[in-house]
């Protein structure tokens, strides 16, 4: 039997395991031998951490097929040490079951490990933060308390004694949580567009980057800590929203452990199957995390129209976003007859009306519908006036500029064409849908996959684009996200299933990239057509493509340059 441990990583926030820090590996066991050696795992655990002097600790496991997590609490200053001590505890559990341990430190190399990480002064800081009532942050250089306009930063080996601190001068800003499967970075950017209608900096994390006051600061997807603190510790901010990624929560946990409002999107199959998530109950766990952090004095938000957040709802100060309901609800936000609102007591407050939006292209753009009642919730509960929520709505449009890779829409001599992120089922249904209601003579999808999605995924994303029975598809090899696969092996398999749905050699096509893909598409498109270009490798080239394509007046059915112009690239 395979004993060696995976996985082995600290908890540096609110997570699905424990009520405070801790670590967390995955241990192979198989169901029948699985309670002995997770019995043998929390004797162990107690023993190593008597031993190094730590408080008694919690543990909680979680099995899936062919491995558990096991994890442990741990004083907050000794994180590393203990991911250490924690690989340590299972091999002398493996060693107690009459197995070979596998490699670990000695319990004196813990006991200097420890030693060397503890911080005292780390810790004093910490208890006079939570005494004050603001946020507190540390990592291996900096330490900071407070957050945006009211944050102060130390690095770690210069701490100041607390009782010098200026304590009155630390504060925080507010801030939200936005997570689900679908929508989350659009939703940010939606709300920054509202906080600066208000006269707010605003700052947000995405898959994108770190952006402030509508500047990009730190490129790349920042959705967990590191792009939270880099953000709360800039002292231009007014208000932060944070986009929390599945990946991140059950990695490290929440980036913050308080929030003021939080938005769950929706529930979708995108991910199944990593770190043992496997259905959508229990994505929708991992999802709902956020309301740890709301649960002291926030909002939480949610997608009254998803069944698995539905029950959510029944959390004090929730409140439902719903789309054409049947019956309006006693609290929530809602579209009703054309409208977006609240809904107060029952009664239907109307704020604007959807064709203000043009992110939701008059309607035809249901997400962007919810992705705007999820923006408008949200405000409301940071408490920013409805006249600012208008005018950020009614200003956002999800072109490259603003909201870049998210539903852009370019007319191009008549053949009209929509760059978007759509990388799983739920996605794709409701970009198609959009598609659909744009009412185009023909249609054309760019697609593909990353190769870290598993073959019953990479069918589900296919089976959707048969279902809307396009015209043809493109499908590109994503040379860039192949993940262990061969960088062809995906395209391949999604070019069979599009066979086996039913179409035809004549609508199909194979690319060896995202731009290349995109060249077909083009060639292949005439006035009144519609093309969906899905992008996630080559966006930036394919939005200077289109735009160059756009400016200069290009008519389909003409030739294409032949190759990208300088800085497409």
Excluded at 114 to 123: F, G, K, N
Excluded at 167 to 175: G, H, K, L, S, T
Excluded at 355 to 365: K, M, S, V
Excluded at 431 to 441: F, K, N, Q
């Amino acid at each position: 039997m395979d004993i060696e441990p995976s996985g082995s990583r600290r908890l540096t926030g609110p997570n699905l395991f424990l009520s405070g820090f801790g670590v967390v590996l995955e241990a192979p066991v198989d169901d029948s031998s699985a309670a002995t050696f997770i019995s043998a795992w929390q004797d162990a655990v107690r023993e190593v951490w008597e031993a190094l002097a730590w408080p008694a600790p919690e543990t909680e496991v979680h099995r899936y097929p062919g491995f558990a997590t096991l994890a442990a609490s741990v004083p907050e200053d000794a994180l590393y040490t203990a991911c250490e001590a924690n690989e340590t505890a299972w091999a002398m559990a493996v060693a107690g079951c009459g197995l070979t341990a596998p490699e670990h430190r000695a319990l004196t190399d813990l006991r200097d490990m420890s030693a060397a990480e503890r911080s005292p002064r780390r810790l004093q800081i910490a208890a006079a933060a939570e005494q004050h009532g603001v946020r507190f942050f540390a990592d291996d250089e900096l330490l900071s308390i407070g957050s945006g306009r009211g944050c102060k930063v130390w690095p770690v080996h210069a701490l100041p004694d607390p009782s010098t601190i200026a304590w009155q001068d630390v504060y925080d800003v507010p801030v939200a949580l936005i997570t689900g499967t679908n929508g989350k970075t659009t939703t940010v950017r939606m709300l920054s567009a509202i906080a600066a209608a208000a006269g707010l900096t605003a700052g947000n994390t995405s898959t994108d980057g770190v952006q402030l006051g509508g500047e990009t600061i730190l490129e790349g997807d920042y959705t967990g800590g590191e792009g939270a603190r880099a953000l709360l510790r800039d002292a231009r901010v007014d208000v932060a929203f944070l986009e929390v990624a599945r990946g991140g929560m059950l990695r490290r946990g929440l980036p913050v452990e308080s929030a003021d409002a939080a938005y769950v999107t929706n529930i979708g199959t995108d991910h199944l199957g990593e770190y043992g998530i496997d259905t959508l109950d229990r994505l929708a766990q991992v999802k709902l995390l956020v309301a740890k952090a709301t649960a002291a004095a926030g909002s939480l938000v949610v997608n009254g129209d998803d069944s698995r957040l539905a029950p959510a709802l029944s959390a004090e100060r929730s409140v439902a976003v719903l789309v054409d309901p049947q019956e309006l609800p006693a609290d929530g936000f809602v579209r009703h007859r054309g409208r977006l609102g609240p809904v107060t007591d029952g009664r239907f407050v109307g704020w604007l009306e959807q064709a203000d939006i043009p992110a939701a292209l008059g309607g035809a753009a249901v997400h962007n519908v919810y992705n705007a009642l999820g923006a408008m919730a949200v405000a409301a509960q940071l408490g920013i006036e409805r006249g600012a929520v208008v005018e950020g709505l009614s200003d956002f449009a999800s072109d490259p500029l603003t909201n870049p890779g998210r539903c852009n829409l370019f007319n191009l001599g008549g053949l009209r064409a929509i760059v978007d992120y759509a990388h799983n089922p739920e996605g794709l249904e409701v970009i198609l849908r959009t598609v659909d209601a744009l009412g185009p003579s023909r249609k054309l999808v760019v697609m593909g996959q990353a190769g870290d999605r598993d073959n019953d995924s990479i069918d589900a994303l296919t089976d959707t684009c048969v279902a809307h029975r396009p015209d043809f598809v493109v499908v590109k090899t994503m040379e860039k996200y192949g993940r262990g696969r061969d960088a062809t092996e995906v395209a391949e398999r999604i070019l069979g299933r599009l066979r086996t749905g039913g179409l035809a050699e004549d609508q199909l096509a194979a690319a060896p990239d995202e731009l290349a893909a995109v060249h077909v598409a083009l060639e292949w498109g005439r006035e009144g057509d519609m093309l969906l270009l899905l992008s996630q490798a080559d966006r930036g080239a394919i939005l200077e493509l289109l735009e160059n394509l756009r400016a200069t007046d290009w008519q389909p059915g003409t030739a294409l340059p032949s190759e990208p112009s300088e800085g497409w690239r």
